[in-house]
């Protein structure tokens, strides 16, 4: 059985669809040509103006036809710009004051927003919180709540975890991190922080945390300048980076992701 190299720039460690972002690990500064490619969020017409980046964009469109959601459930935030979350930032602290923006704005390159992850999303209604929009446990919004994990979502900032990320529970916020990361994180009810945190128990080579499926999940690392793992040609890998000292490394056999 043959084997191949996956070599690994210490500076990957800042993108991938596992990356952690919040005040303790911010979005490194990043030229306008370097923003995540993204697509308008096809869930309605009336809403081209709302984009995220492309897979999450397909998978979330899928998510939502499985809900049921067509009409029901409105795009009301995706990608944003360092401009445009500075903006909001500001407009925040003018129209609601410091405590409220502490709990519901990011701060500029805190904000999952920006890396084009992230989608809020609220129920249809004739008028809609751009910062807080409805999105109850209930109905159409409970059931795509219900399916998110399996399309790779995970609401981001829950009510138990408010300690842990920073921010007030935010129902409406979901965040991209691919089927077998948000299956996992449902299973054993870890937040992010929790999940990038656990998975350094499974370092490459040493172990690894089993998503189902064949698919295993392990940390690997990062050296100073390159990291390097050997896989087997039997596993197919994907491989994100935590945007703190390493990376998320994703392996499964053809098909299985």
């Not at 096809?42 to 939502?64: C, F, N, S, Y």
């Not at 704005?105 to 751009?130: C, R, W, Y």
């Amino acid at each position: 059985m043959g084997k191949r190299e996956i070599r690994l720039k210490r500076e990957q460690i800042y993108e991938g669809y596992q990356i952690l972002v919040n005040t303790t690990y911010p979005l490194k500064e990043k030229n306008e040509e370097n923003n995540p490619q993204i697509s308008p969020v096809a869930v309605d017409k009336r809403w081209p103006e709302v984009t995220v980046e492309w897979k999450t964009a397909r998978m979330l469109q899928a998510a939502l036809e499985a809900a049921g959601a067509a009409g029901q459930i409105v795009p009301v935030s995706g990608y944003r710009s360092l401009a445009e979350q500075r903006q909001i930032y500001a407009d925040s602290l003018a129209e609601n004051g410091e405590e409220f923006t502490r709990k519901y704005v990011a701060l500029p390159n805190t904000s999952e927003h920006q890396t084009g992850l992230a989608i809020d999303l609220g129920e249809m209604a004739e008028k809609i919180d751009f910062v807080r929009p409805y999105f109850p446990d209930t109905g159409v919004c409970g059931r795509f709540k219900a399916l998110a994990a399996d399309y790779g979502f995970i609401q981001r900032y829950e009510e138990s975890k408010e300690v842990i990320t920073g921010i007030a529970c935010e129902p409406w916020h979901f965040r991209y991190v691919g089927r077998p990361h948000a299956r996992l994180m449902k299973r054993y009810g870890w937040c992010l922080e929790e999940y990038v945190e656990h998975l350094k128990d499974y370092p490459w080579g040493k172990g690894y945390l089993d998503a189902g499926g064949d698919i295993r999940v392990c940390y690997v690392p990062a050296e100073d300048s390159e990291s390097v793992i050997v896989l087997e040609d039997e596993w197919e890998a994907e491989v994100s980076g935590n945007n703190g000292d390493g990376f998320i490394l994703t392996m499964y056999r053809e098909g299985r992701l």
